[in-house]
């Protein structure tokens, strides 16, 4: 009797060793290789015409760096009028 109880003791904690042993985390993977991209869009947070492209397809980029130039006519019109504006205000005022 003494036995079958040592022996189903010894089977439940092999069963739970395992059980342990089969949910453990793995942790992170970890491969090398490249990253390929074939399109990416980019956004401007004002409009206007691309006066020049600074890099080239392919070339590495770091972070800040300026990638193309766009033609301030558009920007230059929308100061002037910022500028009309205030001096029509202030030749209001006093």
Not at 47 to 68: F, H, K, N, P, Y
Request: proline residues 2%; contains cysteine.
């Amino acid at each position: 009797m003494l036995q079958k109880i040592l022996l189903l003791v010894v089977v439940v904690v092999i069963l739970v060793a395992a059980l342990m042993y089969s949910q453990r985390d793995p942790g992170v993977e970890q491969t090398s290789g490249f990253i390929e991209v074939d399109e990416i869009r980019l956004g401007s947070r004002v409009g206007g015409r691309v006066a020049r492209v600074q890099v080239e397809e392919g070339q590495e980029v770091s972070e800040g760096q300026v990638l193309i130039n766009l033609e301030p006519c558009d920007l230059l019109a929308r100061q002037h009028e910022a500028r009309a504006t205030l001096c029509f205000k202030a030749s209001r005022c006093t």
